[in-house]
């Protein structure tokens, strides 16, 4: 149980056009989920905290019009890209908590944006 | 939140235990001490959660002590699959409430056959 899937797992899209990723709880409901990015060889960096049927709370120096997060179910949160740039490629990740299930945090497969 | 420290690799033959110890010297009276496991573009995977003393599961043991300004996460008998890059984290997740939770820089670990 507590399955949370990610899509798309790889995209590639031109300079200035928007991406969307997607975060699903399979099998639970999520109140809180969490974006985070990765560059290579680096750890994840919190970008924001999605709240359902509330804005979410971004993290200090990430653009919220750039990154817009939309959680309008206990099922689903997204994120979107906005004229996404060359130095928006990463590793987009998405987690959730699982109420009942202790203190952690499960997370979905990765997004691997690529901007051309 | 408590901010952790952890080697930044550590390398080890197969068949061999493995321990990677973290440090976390403000760490708050409600938070927990978890470990996560993550391999190349991939999402991280859960590993083991403790509060205090020791925890052990299928996968891994956690020691955690008395004062709980550090934990060691220790993986028995490694294999070249245990190959990845492993977090500490140190926070609550409090019902109800947001607190986010922040990742350290990991230990990449590196199994050798």
């Known amino acids: 149980g507590a399955v949370v899937s990610q899509h798309p797992s790889r995209v590639i899209c031109k300079s200035g056009t928007s991406v969307k990723i997607e975060c699903r709880s399979l099998?639970?409901?999520?109140?809180?989920m969490f974006w985070y990015r990765q560059f290579p060889k680096q750890s994840l960096m919190l970008m924001a905290t999605?709240?359902?049927?509330?804005?979410?709370?971004?993290e200090q120096g990430v653009e919220k019009d750039k990154f817009l997060i939309n959680h309008a179910s206990l099922t689903l949160s997204t994120l979107t890209v906005t004229s996404a740039h060359p130095e928006d490629s990463s590793f987009y990740i998405c987690?959730?908590?699982?109420?009942?299930?202790?203190?952690?945090?499960?997370f979905g497969s990765g997004t691997q944006l690529s901007v051309l | 939140l408590a901010k952790t420290t952890q080697p930044i690799s550590m390398d080890s033959y197969e068949g061999q235990e493995v321990n990677i110890t973290c440090s976390h010297n403000?760490?708050?009276?409600?938070?927990?001490i978890t470990w996560y496991q993550q391999f190349p573009s991939q999402g991280p995977r859960f590993i083991i959660q403790?509060?205090?003393t020791k925890v052990t599961n299928e996968v891994a043991s956690l020691f955690i002590p008395a004062d709980r300004k550090s934990s060691t996460l220790s993986l028995p008998r490694v294999s070249l699959s245990d190959t990845a890059v492993y977090y500490c984290?140190?926070?609550?997740?409090?019902?109800?409430?947001?607190?986010?939770?922040?990742f350290g820089t990991g230990t990449k670990l590196q199994v050798i056959p």
């Open positions: 999605s709240n359902e049927g509330s804005k979410a709370t971004y």
């Open positions: 987690s959730a908590r699982v109420e009942g299930r202790g203190e952690k945090l499960f």
């Open positions: 403000n760490i708050a009276t409600n938070d927990y």
């Open positions: 403790g509060y205090k």
């Open positions: 099998d639970f409901q999520a109140t809180t």
């Open positions: 984290l140190v926070g609550a997740l409090l019902s109800g409430g947001y607190q986010k939770v922040t």
